[in-house]
């Protein structure tokens, strides 16, 4: 089992920066890869930014630029800054850390985020 814990969501006004953190705990070792996802209202699930352990990183294109996604492997935990925030990224954000070798993966609870213009 993995548990992930975030942290770091909260109100911002437009142009304005937030850093999360996802720390990991449990079998990580079977994992390759972390990310973050969101979910806004009505909206599907999608992508944000995702690095795996070798620390090759990729990004939605609607955040490259402005989000930057890290890991501190000693610490087992993955951050998410983000700058120049747009009302358009309010969401709930996800960490996520998998899949492992059977095909499991594992999500936090998430973190609202909420931009206001």
């Known amino acids: 089992q993995v548990q992930l814990v975030e942290s770091g969501g909260g109100l911002v006004q437009a142009g304005g920066s937030l850093r999360l953190s996802c720390a990991a705990s449990?079998?990580?070792?079977?994992?390759?890869?972390m990310g973050w996802y969101r979910q806004a209202p009505g909206k599907q699930r999608e992508l944000v930014a995702r690095?795996?352990?070798?620390?090759?990183?990729n990004y939605a294109d609607s955040v490259k630029g402005r989000f930057t996604i890290s890991r501190d492997d000693a610490k087992i935990t993955i951050y998410l800054q983000m700058n120049s925030l747009k009302p358009e990224d309010t969401a709930v954000y996800y960490c996520?850390?998998?899949?492992?070798?059977?095909?499991?993966?594992?999500w936090g609870k998430g973190t609202l985020v909420t931009v206001s213009s």
């Open positions: 996520h850390a998998g899949p492992r070798p059977d095909g499991v993966d594992y």
């Open positions: 449990g079998s990580i070792f079977s994992i390759n890869a």
């Open positions: 690095i795996t352990s070798e620390g090759s990183t």
